[in-house]
């Protein structure tokens, strides 16, 4: 009697291990692709960042240019310039959020305190 109780006890406790593995399978499943998904919204995020950051600087490059064309009269020449110049300030932003420029430091002196 007390070997069927033992052969029993070990069946359930073999069958609720095997449930166990299964449900942690699928947890760790789970668990990856909501880190994937995580991945995936940081990535989106990050490129509609840049992507508006360069877009807004050449629109105000392009706005300010056209702005002192009509102020001053020099119909094609600050439009064109302007624009180049946001152009190049958007490439920079993009490169600085990419990591790939150091941030603009404080014109400070090496010791970050200031003193004059």
Same mark, same amino acid.
């Given at each position: 009697m007390?070997?069927?109780r033992d052969?029993?006890l070990?069946q359930?406790?073999?069958r609720?291990? =095997?449930?166990?593995?299964?449900?942690?399978?699928?947890?760790?499943a789970e668990?990856a692709k909501?880190?994937?998904?995580e991945?995936s919204?940081?990535?989106?995020?990050l490129?509609?960042?840049?992507?508006s950051?360069?877009?807004a600087?050449i629109a105000?490059?392009a706005?300010?240019?056209?702005?002192? =064309?009509?102020l001053?009269g020099?119909?094609?020449?600050?439009?064109?310039?302007?624009?180049?110049?946001?152009?190049c300030?958007g490439?920079l932003n993009?490169?600085?959020?990419l990591?790939?420029?150091?941030?603009?430091g404080?014109?400070?002196?090496?010791d970050?305190k200031g003193?004059?």
């Amino acid at each position: 009697m007390t070997d069927d109780r033992d052969d029993s006890l070990e069946q359930r406790l073999k069958r609720l291990s =095997d449930q166990l593995a299964v449900r942690q399978k699928g947890e760790a499943a789970e668990k990856a692709k909501e880190e994937q998904s995580e991945a995936s919204r940081k990535g989106m995020a990050l490129g509609l960042k840049i992507s508006s950051e360069f877009i807004a600087a050449i629109a105000v490059g392009a706005l300010l240019g056209y702005l002192l =064309d009509r102020l001053a009269g020099t119909t094609p020449w600050g439009m064109i310039i302007l624009l180049l110049l946001g152009f190049c300030a958007g490439v920079l932003n993009v490169l600085r959020a990419l990591g790939m420029v150091a941030q603009p430091g404080s014109f400070r002196d090496g010791d970050g305190k200031g003193g004059s």
